[in-house]
């Protein structure tokens, strides 16, 4: 019964890499959803994905920040040219069909930028 | 903009005795509170939610009391053990507006146990 399972745990690039973050929703789950956290605060939506649809990116940056959710396989979150303030934890949530449904979390994967 | 916020930064209980962690929120169009507890590393664990037509939720040694009046969310946890350590973060959604459909979360409450 796999919770939802994210990776890397840890990523390390240099500045003006890509940062690629997996994402694999917990089985049934058709809802995924991307937050960013910085060192002692709350997490911050970015982008909320079904199945091959971008629901919802309000609050994605507009420029070298990405994400899908393809029919096969994880959810991807995908950032170009990295910059230190691209460091954070990202975590990856998943729910259920229905609005009342809780989201939840995988443990994150930590990039740091160097 | 509005958001959710927390109270205290850190609250500290001796070991047994019930916590009470308040959160208050800005947005009166928010209908679906969750709490989260998040340990050191990992991501946030779900608690307990409650929906904006009740009042109160129980959960196992978790109660959730909700004062839509006051704008105002608790998470009480009874006989607090030593695994209650970490950082509990309220977080809400909007249902009824539009913009963002994730949950909007507030910075967090330490609560840190003393033997």
């Known amino acids: 019964n796999a919770g939802v399972m994210q990776n890397p745990r840890h990523l390390v690039r240099r500045r003006g890499q890509e940062a690629r973050l997996r994402c694999s929703p917990m089985?049934?789950?058709?809802?995924v959803y991307w937050y960013r956290q910085l060192p002692e605060e709350g997490l911050k939506f970015m982008v909320y994905?079904?199945?091959?649809?971008?629901?919802?990116e309000s609050g994605m940056p507009k420029e070298r920040f990405s994400a899908e959710f393809p029919k096969e396989g994880p959810s991807i979150l995908r950032i170009q040219q990295v910059v230190r303030g691209d460091s954070a934890a990202y975590f990856c949530a998943s729910s259920p069909q229905g609005w009342d449904q809780p989201q939840h979390f995988g443990d994150g994967t930590r990039l740091s930028i160097l | 903009g509005e958001s959710v916020g927390l109270h205290l930064p850190t609250l500290s209980v001796q070991e047994g005795d019930n916590s009470i962690i308040n959160c208050a929120y800005s947005?009166?169009?928010?209908?679906?509170f969750i709490w989260y507890k998040q340990e050191s590393g990992k991501g946030p664990q779900f608690i307990i939610d409650?929906?904006?037509?009740?009042d109160k939720r129980q959960g196992q040694r978790v109660t959730v009391l909700l004062n839509k009046t006051v704008k105002h969310l608790s998470l009480q946890i009874a006989a607090t053990q030593p695994g209650d350590s970490a950082v509990y973060f309220c977080a809400e959604r909007d249902l009824e507006g539009g913009g963002a459909d994730g949950l909007t979360f507030g910075k967090g409450t330490h609560l840190i146990i003393q033997p």
């Open positions: 947005n009166s169009a928010s209908d679906y």
């Open positions: 994905l079904q199945k091959e649809n971008i629901i919802d």
């Open positions: 089985k049934g789950h058709s809802h």
């Open positions: 409650i929906r904006s037509n009740m």
